[in-house]
């Protein structure tokens, strides 16, 4: 709750995560708010212009536009939300276990995450999309198999920093258990970095699989998703513009209000960020006095 008011103190924090909420709940509610069946060819409507019941037209199927983009909300977004929470679970669990125990098993794991990381993130997912193959449930093992290892070593890091405080040591003196003692004690120092992560993370996925799907790599017709309605268009891309531009539009908003919502849960999370951004606005209206009272960007 207490972040939750953080968000809403920054306006283009609040603006933002209001976008991705509105976007997910559309995702999760798309077979009510779609107005026709997505796939539903109609080659009498081809290239048709917006009217009432296609409020903005028809594609080259005569198949209606804005259900496809509803509905391309799902493996856009919502599954690829789905392989940042695997990957971001199974990067924490074993950052924690490294940071923790250290050792062996860090040096270990450490390691694995310097052979995960040595290779160009866009260029392993190409690689890896094309020994599996071209689908959806393939791009989405990918993401878990090439983003784990940054969560892990990310998680590493900060786990580290707490694992030898005093109130630890003295924890595991009155005999309270590793698992208890991580749960209660590390966890939640540990969590805002993982959501800062997330956030800045999820942003880069989605147009990962989008373009992919723009290749051909992703999701497979018919189904709707919006890189390959990108894909698509391409042939009337002079002629239909706007067959291009609205699910280009909707991949530029959402990552945007991703990665703005990013920086805002930073600054809401560290009071370091907080206090500096104050400090630049005190010095900026030092500056220019006429725009104290007026919203500084």
């Known amino acids: 709750m207490k972040l939750l008011v953080q968000l809403m103190k920054d306006k283009l924090g609040a603006v933002s995560l209001a976008v991705v909420a509105s976007t997910l709940l559309i995702g999760?509610?798309?077979?009510?708010?779609?107005?026709?069946?997505?796939n539903e060819v109609h080659m009498e409507l081809r290239f048709a212009e917006a009217s009432w019941s296609y409020w903005?037209?028809?594609?080259?199927?005569?198949r209606c536009?804005?259900?496809?983009?509803?509905?391309?909300?799902?493996?856009?977004?919502l599954w690829v939300l789905v392989a940042l929470a695997s990957s971001a679970f199974i990067g924490a669990a074993l950052g924690f276990v490294a940071g923790y125990f250290k050792g062996k098993m860090d040096s270990l794991l450490m390691r694995l995450c310097d052979c995960m990381?040595?290779?160009?993130?866009?260029?392993?997912?190409?690689?890896i999309v094309g020994m599996l193959g071209a689908g959806l449930e393939n791009i989405l093992i990918t993401f878990v198999l090439?983003?784990?290892?940054w969560f892990a070593r990310v998680i590493r890091t900060v786990v580290m920093q707490f694992a030898d405080a005093d109130y630890v040591k003295f924890a595991k003196t009155l005999g309270v258990g590793h698992f208890r003692i991580m749960v209660k004690h590390i966890v939640p120092v540990a969590l805002p970095d993982l959501a800062v992560i997330s956030s800045s993370t999820f942003g880069s996925m989605i147009l990962q699989i989008s373009g992919l799907s723009f290749l051909g790599l992703g999701i497979q017709a018919p189904h709707a998703e919006w890189g390959m309605m990108l894909n698509e268009a391409r042939?009337?891309?002079?002629?239909?513009?706007?067959?291009m531009l609205i699910p280009g539009l909707a991949i530029v908003v959402v990552v945007s209000a991703v990665n703005f919502l990013s920086d805002a849960l930073q600054?809401?999370?560290?009071?370091?960020?907080?206090?500096?951004?104050?400090?630049?606005?005190?010095?900026?209206?030092?500056?220019?006095?006429?725009?104290?009272?007026?919203?500084v960007a």
């Open 65 to 77: 536009v804005l259900s496809r983009l509803i509905y391309g909300i799902r493996p856009s977004v």
């Open 146 to 149: 090439m983003k784990w290892a």
């Open 28 to 38: 999760l509610c798309a077979p009510l708010l779609a107005p026709h069946d997505p």
């Open 267 to 295: 600054t809401a999370l560290d009071p370091k960020l907080m206090t500096a951004k104050r400090g630049a606005k005190t010095r900026i209206f030092a500056a220019f006095p006429k725009l104290r009272g007026k919203e």
């Open 117 to 127: 990381l040595s290779f160009p993130g866009y260029v392993m997912t190409l690689a």
């Open 235 to 243: 042939s009337v891309m002079f002629s239909r513009p706007e067959l």
């Open 56 to 62: 903005l037209g028809n594609d080259h199927l005569g």
